[in-house]
């Protein structure tokens, strides 16, 4: 999709369109003024206490982004004011794919889940919504080290490779988090939705690439500390949105350890409030682990295990050789000799680059059909094909023009016409291309010349192994289709009326009205909403601030009357008048 009815800038005009398909538009008038009221509560609430426990650059950055405490922020106006610092936001659909939300990362956007908690999952819910993204990521970014970080953990972790079970996981996760947000879910349904995430979560084998570079994320951008363990300070955007784990994750019941590139073996809940964080002494030291951990990842390693990471996740990926020749596709099978690999192969539409940019006539209308190579160098032979001079290569017959046979070390064979060949910018061989062409390994014919031209990648090792394509214009990649959507639940007459009430209070505190009866909404409340107890508190805000002692100690008595019938929501009541009362007036 394009950016229709979205208001763009410089920095989301970068997109590549594969990321554009995830953004929505943010539809504001589809917030209802319980939804600002909740916004409201958990802003008020967090800027009271995380004035006090978060990292400087949290207060400091909701002034310079422009996130207020009384408003649901519009992304149109967040987006104005974000450019200032170099970045930008979009709203997205709840969860999207882990690489997806990295990449955006990469280009400086910050993913916005445009839903908001309810009220009933007021201090925490695992679903993304905007009090999460817009409270919790996006005042921190002010920080510019921290906006450095982001990004090129954005960079770094969109290259990561997932395994075939972690996109099973995702879209468990994803499903779960749906129905445990939306109204009306029935328990059973939860219940079995948890049992498919523990068991995917209990036999997942060998963590991916992805799966440990997300569990950084998690506890640095997510759930990270800051500081001393003594005295750590909080900056991960969970904690930062989360009323209720931010207070819980400052006490002696979790546990607070160093932050190093062991945290990457530290699986998460996302369903559960987390029994231990890390405290990363400065930002600094965040942007260290990662370049430590980019360095076990196939993206710097390339080699057989980079190929074989690529084929477990039998999704699309991409391997460079030392030419700098890249092949994009959907890796299948590989030969190996000495633990290298000799002999790659690509099954369906393939493409070749240079550079991230695809090789005139090598796209996946050429390479429809699959595309395998061989690596390294050849046999008997000491300097590799992409090293050879025009004479060596003349004294192993390597020229258009003649038929030849390259025997490669571990055994495969090509034989062919050689037609012509490709150069880097180096003046290195990365192509040749045969025809009248086998290709053997053993008793295995690899391709034959009935197949028409053979294009051999050249190249003595795989210097790199990466998730996607090099080329993002090589490959449709407009396909995205969750199988899941949030659920939108139609409200009863009973629900209209109590959001009538929350918008008759909320005109009365912006001074758009002042023809309603405070007594008169807390009839209505008591009579047909017993069990709201987010409207009295701002009632009992309106009555404090006016002096009305009449009025509080009937909305006082109310709210004694709901603690006893959910003493779950106590806590809630006592927080919101608490932040009043602290506020003065009352005489």
């Not at 993002?472 to 139609?490: M, Q, R, V």
């Amino acid at each position: 999709m394009e950016l229709q009815s979205i208001e763009s800038n410089n920095i989301l005009d970068r997109l590549p369109k594969h990321l554009k398909q995830f953004i929505k538009p943010q539809n504001y008038d589809d917030y209802t003024p319980i939804n600002q009221a909740v916004w409201r509560y958990v802003m008020r609430k967090n800027v009271d206490y995380l004035s006090k426990v978060a990292h400087k650059s949290y207060v400091d950055g909701l002034k310079q982004t422009g996130i207020s405490i009384d408003d649901i922020p519009n992304m149109y106006g967040m987006n104005r004011i974000l450019k200032e610092i170099g970045w930008a936001a979009v709203a997205v659909d709840g969860f999207i794919p882990p690489n997806a939300f990295m990449e955006f990362q990469a280009y400086n956007v910050l993913v916005i889940a445009s839903d908001i908690r309810q009220l009933e999952h007021i201090e925490y819910t695992p679903a993304p919504d905007i009090i999460h993204e817009g409270a919790g990521h996006a005042p921190i970014i002010a920080n510019p080290e921290y906006a450095e970080y982001l990004r090129r953990f954005g960079e770094i972790g969109c290259k990561a490779i997932s395994s075939a079970k972690d996109y099973e996981l995702y879209e468990a996760v994803r499903y779960l988090s749906i129905l445990k947000e939306a109204p009306g879910s029935k328990e059973e349904d939860i219940q079995k939705a948890e049992a498919d995430v523990e068991y995917l979560q209990e036999n997942m084998g060998k963590p991916s690439e992805m799966a440990l570079i997300r569990n950084l994320h998690w506890w640095t951008v997510e759930y990270g500390l800051i500081g001393t363990l003594d005295n750590p300070k909080i900056y991960g955007a969970g904690l930062l949105s989360s009323i209720g784990e931010s207070t819980w994750c400052m006490t002696d019941q979790v546990k607070k350890l160093p932050y190093s590139i062991k945290a990457a073996d530290q699986s998460f809940d996302i369903t559960k409030p987390q029994p231990q964080l890390f405290v990363t002494s400065n930002f600094a030291h965040l942007s260290l682990v990662l370049e430590e951990f980019a360095n076990t990842m196939a993206l710097r390693t390339g080699g057989l295990s980079g190929v074989n990471k690529l084929i477990e996740s039998e999704a699309l990926g991409s391997i460079e050789l030392s030419t700098g020749l890249q092949i994009s596709g959907v890796f299948s099978n590989v030969i190996s000799h000495k633990d290298k690999p000799i002999y790659i192969q690509t099954t369906g539409k393939t493409a070749l680059s240079y550079r991230e940019k695809q090789l005139v006539g090598h796209g996946t209308n050429h390479h429809n059909g699959g595309f395998g190579s061989p690596i390294g160098k050849l046999k008997g032979i000491n300097i590799s094909i992409e090293d050879m001079s025009p004479r060596d290569l003349t004294a192993y017959n390597i020229f258009e023009g003649e038929r030849v046979t390259l025997e490669f070390e571990g055994g495969v064979k090509v034989t062919g016409n050689i037609i012509t060949g490709k150069r880097n910018l180096q003046g290195k061989i990365i192509l040749i291309s045969f025809e009248n062409c086998t290709v053997s390994y053993k008793e295995e014919i690899l391709f034959q010349p009935e197949w028409g031209i053979y294009d051999m990648a050249v190249g003595k090792k795989v210097v790199s192994a990466f998730s996607g394509p090099a080329d993002f214009n090589s490959f449709d990649l407009l396909t995205h289709k969750s199988s899941t959507e949030t659920i939108k639940i139609k409200k009863t007459p009973k629900e209209e009326e109590l959001e009538i009430l929350y918008q008759q209070v909320r005109d009365y505190r912006e001074g758009n009205t002042q023809t309603i009866s405070r007594h008169k909404v807390l009839e209505q409340l008591i009579e047909n909403h017993p069990e709201d107890w987010l409207l009295p508190i701002e009632l009992y805000e309106l009555a404090f601030q006016s002096s009305k002692q009449e009025l509080c100690e009937a909305i006082l008595k109310h709210l004694e009357g709901i603690k006893s019938n959910r003493p779950q929501v106590g806590h809630l009541i006592d927080d919101g008048l608490d932040i009043i009362e602290k506020s003065g007036v009352l005489n």
